[in-house]
């Protein structure tokens, strides 16, 4: 390993194994600094509301099933609902990972973008015709979608189809929001890896960011003049 290393480790955020993988590979890297995918105001946002939130949407959810005859347990759409208004795993276990090891933890997502997302969908997502739209969908099996997931994660970062990744980006890319966000969060990372001296500086996000060449701007491509090593978080750490 050369004097420092930046390692970007990409997840699926609705993970319902991402602490256990996530806490593996950080105990195998061992970064000196972590920076995490949240903004201080998402954080903020959850803490002070997440409970709230989350009785609401049961006794929505639960309410709406009892009325539809239905078992809502089989509804990954429900679960990923909840985890999203809960603090992310990946802020949990890198929490705990720094406080044992005495490593950095930085929250380097936008606040701005982060309470944008929040007041445009969140008000949507908790709704109850949202939710009752989504049990009267088939049911979708969460570990299912989340496999999926890394599978075109994995298709994606290792493509040598030219013409592949630029397509799949493309629904974001011209998005101004989002190539500001991806600028902001390229700036705090290389400052904080500029204050490293020596060892690794772990990036945990969505695998999104990852993505690269030509994928219209990414986090990644931002970042690539410091040779930063690609991880998913369902593949551990090469």
Request: glycine letters at 6%; aromatic letters at 8%.
């Amino acid at each position: 390993m050369q004097d420092k290393e930046l390692i970007l480790i990409g997840t699926v955020h609705r993970d319902p194994g991402g602490a256990e993988k996530l806490l593996k590979i950080l105990t195998k890297a061992r970064p000196v600094a972590v920076a995490v995918e949240v903004s201080p105001y998402g954080l903020f946002y959850r803490r002070r509301n997440g409970r709230r939130l989350l009785r609401r949407l049961m006794r929505t959810v639960k309410r709406l099933a009892e009325d539809l005859q239905v078992f809502w347990q089989r509804w990954g759409q429900i679960h990923a609902i909840r985890t999203q208004i809960q603090l992310p795993f990946e802020y949990r276990i890198a929490l705990s990972y720094c406080r044992d090891t005495d490593a950095t933890l930085s929250c380097v997502d936008s606040s701005t973008w982060s309470k944008r997302w929040i007041d445009n969908h969140w008000y949507h997502l908790l709704s109850r015709e949202n939710l009752e739209a989504l049990l009267t969908e088939s049911p979708k099996d969460q570990k299912q979608e989340v496999s999926r997931d890394y599978k075109m994660a994995a298709l994606l970062l290792r493509s040598q189809d030219e013409p592949l990744v630029p397509v799949f980006a493309k629904t974001w890319s011209a998005d101004l929001h989002w190539q500001q966000r991806e600028a902001d969060l390229a700036r705090l990372l290389e400052g904080l890896y500029n204050r490293v001296d020596t060892g690794r500086l772990a990036y945990v996000g969505g695998w999104q960011h990852l993505l690269g060449p030509n994928a219209g701007g990414t986090l990644y491509e931002r970042l690539k003049h410091l040779q930063p090593r690609r991880v998913l978080l369902d593949g551990g750490l090469i």
